[in-house]
């Protein structure tokens, strides 16, 4: 979603004549676009900003910006603790961004913007194309949580849960199109609860990736992050009815303990995961899952972690994102006491062996045959191109003619758990 907000950003300060210069002793402004997901996020800010001061000592002083949540979990704190900053804005308010640095440039004022306006900035957003061109284009359709897990900082730094009007995004996504892009990424902290309502038309997730169906030069529609309480009946139908939708699904659990899931307000258990998981197989045996986990959770025991361990080995994701856990300022967790590092590190080095060699076996099974490839860009300096399959799975290939946007069977070579290495030659063949 940062990249996306970036972007955005981007549009917005072109507006009042700024552009991006790769020379950085050379920039006017410096804005770090910051997300709170990972840990220490605001010492990483705050070393950051050492740098660029180390980088500016003898030169003008640029003007420097940090959005995005760790600004706006930090406020004020960060204007006191490093001067070096001049504005601070929250990821609700960089709409107002050229106002805001036309405000400073005035009144050289510190400014700390940090108001939850969501509407207005999608509606001052929507006055302003979107001039992300790549051929996989993120598009945010909601924002916020209401979910509250005891872990989690969104709810505080994003807001409540906002779903932009319908119309909008579709503007949006066709804007994108006409752009370039072929596949559209749908994004929100919680994109499956989308939910807006119209003249008594209530439009849903599953109302978007069907109306952009619909988009002939779009050729692959994802969508993420999802909640497992979202997953409506609705929208596990369009893995039936939507060829464009990919058959692959990111759906966080974070463990497969139910006590854990308890204590982390997660508001479901591991059987109704698995009857998410189940629905979807049922519609389509071939979709295939990644997920989140987070290890060492504050009262987390061995039994827990085997639990966590169970779930990986029947669901079999192709693919996930595992941490330990660390707490968040401000969050209902961080007032538990924290499990001992030894023993989390142990069962993340586990986890991850697990979810590794669960890659390496979905991989593997491309090997020698023909995949269909969404071609993205050109590799830097290299005869090779890059795309992803169906599953999101990354692909690096030899071609003898294709270009970024097009779908290619690529035959795949080789692999590892990162990914497949193949070739793509024009005499083409049925991809899997
Ligand atoms: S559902 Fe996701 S975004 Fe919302 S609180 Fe839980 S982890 Fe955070």
Redesign the pocket.
Known sequence: MNEYDSNRIYDLVKLIGFSKTNIKNQADCYLLNTCHIREKAAEKVYHEIGRVKKDFKKLKKPLVIVSGCVAQAESDEMIKREPYIDIVIGPQSYHKIGDLILNYQRKREKINELEFDVIEKFDSLEKIPNSQNKISSYLTIQEG?????N?????YT?GPEYSRPFKQIINEANNLVNNGAREIILLG??VNAYNFLENKKNYRLSSIIKELENITDLKRIRYM?S?PKDMTDDLIDCYRDCEKLMPFLHL?I?TGSDRILKLM??KHDKSYYMNVINKIKKINENIKFSSDFIVGYPGEIEKDFNDTVKLIQDVIFINSYSFIYSSRPGTPAAKNKLNSLKISQERLVKLQKILIHNQIENNKKYLEKYCEVLVENKLKNSSKYFGRTKFMTPVKFESEDCSPGELVNVKITNFNHNGLFGFHSINKTKAA
């Open positions: 949580c209401d979910k509250f897990c872990f989690c900082v969104v709810p994003r902290q919680n992050t909640h966080p974070q307000n997660r």
